[in-house]
């Protein structure tokens, strides 16, 4: 039925320019006007996000977008240095960094989390 079709994913945001900047400018992402003062953010192997305003815009309280990368400690000290914080969580086994190391926890790949300017939850986690 869809395997033809060229999905891709969205999300809100109440401030557009400031979605821009981070994707762009922190993440490294190619971020393109998409008409109406929405954004498309190419996605480094294919697909894309499609970010639109939203004046009542509310992040949602799980994760959105997930980056896996080869060297998450050298990903994580990245974001720290340009400014991004990374998100703890209560009963969360995380280490000094924020990332919770999947041996430790039993289970599943080393993650860490973060926002964007809008809230939105977004993750790095080992490939």
């Keep these: 039925m869809f395997e033809n079709s060229d999905a891709f994913s969205g999300m ?27 954004l498309s953010v190419q996605l ?18 799980f994760t959105i977008l997930n980056f896996p990368v080869e060297d998450i400690d050298a990903v994580v000290d990245e974001l720290v ?6 998100q703890r969580y209560d ?8 990332i919770v190391r999947g041996k430790v926890a039993g289970q599943g790949p080393d993650i860490a989390w973060f926002t964007d300017p809008a809230g939105n939850v977004l993750s790095v986690l080992s490939d």
């Design 81 to 86: 240095a340009k400014g991004v914080t990374m």
């Design 91 to 98: 009963g969360m086994p995380q280490d000094e960094k924020g």
């Design 44 to 61: 480094p192997k294919g697909g894309a996000v499609l970010i639109y305003p939203k004046d009542d815009h509310r992040p949602a309280t």
């Design 12 to 38: 809100s945001s109440n401030d557009i320019e400031a979605s821009r900047a981070f994707y762009e400018g922190v993440l490294g992402l190619v971020v393109e006007d998409a008409g109406g003062g929405l």
